[in-house]
């Protein structure tokens, strides 16, 4: 898709949004550039809630303002990695995250609050309780795509609903490139625990968690409770990439 559809598609969706839900937000930006992850190889950002909140002593949309960033380049590289990309579902899909974000910084949500939120919802996981699968993103985001709950590190990473046979997952760790073998039952949601090959510190553990990459309307029946995600736990061993 040239870049020219892309931000006619893109506005098209982003007028279709009820206005109630963009209140405090400034605008919508379509940028033609990628914006890759740091370390990860094949991981793109697809957008961004870039957030200013202005000092005042009353709360609301007045005091927090936004814009919503879609990055065209980004959507492109995933698009030649995924044949089944599909264009439009990704585009409403990153725009209604985007918004969410605002929402949330609406909120004013206490930092701490959401924090003590994760470390409950992963101790619940290591009971074999029912938890929130994403609760991870609750906590102290520490790199693009990887979240610290008390000692325990995740890092997140979508996969398509194909995967090959013999696969291996690349993950960078502390300046360094390492992969572990890609389990053979995968799920929706996929909590790989790196048990050897990592230097991790006194009791902490580091998690891949493998996100089944989904389209727009899946999301959005996952988070109205239509659908409950089907969540695996797994265990690996970290060795050496050979693209480091």
Not at 57 to 82: H, K, M, N, Q
Not at 166 to 189: C, K, M, S, T
Request: charged share 30%; net charge negative.
């Amino acid at each position: 898709m040239r870049f020219d559809e892309f931000e006619r598609r893109a506005w098209r969706d982003w007028r279709e949004i009820p206005e109630m839900y963009k209140e405090g937000i400034d605008g919508l930006i379509v940028e033609r550039g990628a914006q890759p992850h740091p370390t990860l190889p094949d991981i793109y950002t697809l957008g961004e809630c870039i957030t200013e909140a202005y000092p005042s002593e009353y709360g609301g949309p007045e005091t927090i303002r936004s814009a919503v960033v879609l990055y065209y380049g980004s959507f492109r590289r995933l698009a030649a990695l995924d044949p089944d990309f599909d264009w439009d579902e990704e585009i409403w899909e990153t725009l209604t995250h985007e918004l969410k974000h605002h929402l949330e910084s609406l909120a004013d949500e206490d930092a701490l609050g959401a924090l003590d939120y994760a470390v409950d919802e992963n101790f619940k996981r290591l009971e074999g309780e029912p938890f929130d699968p994403l609760f991870y993103r609750s906590g102290e985001l520490v790199a693009p795509g990887v979240w610290r709950v008390e000692r325990d590190t995740f890092i997140e990473q979508a996969y398509p609903a194909e995967h090959p046979p013999g696969a291996h997952v690349e993950f960078g760790w502390h300046g360094e490139q390492y992969r572990v073998a890609r389990p053979a039952v995968l799920g929706d949601i996929c909590f790989l625990r790196i048990g050897e090959g990592l230097e991790t510190g006194p009791g902490g553990e580091v998690y891949v968690v493998l996100v089944r990459r989904r389209g727009a309307w899946a999301s959005l029946r996952a988070a109205l409770g239509r659908e409950r995600p089907e969540v695996v736990e797994a265990e690996g061993r970290a060795e050496r990439s050979s693209r480091a």
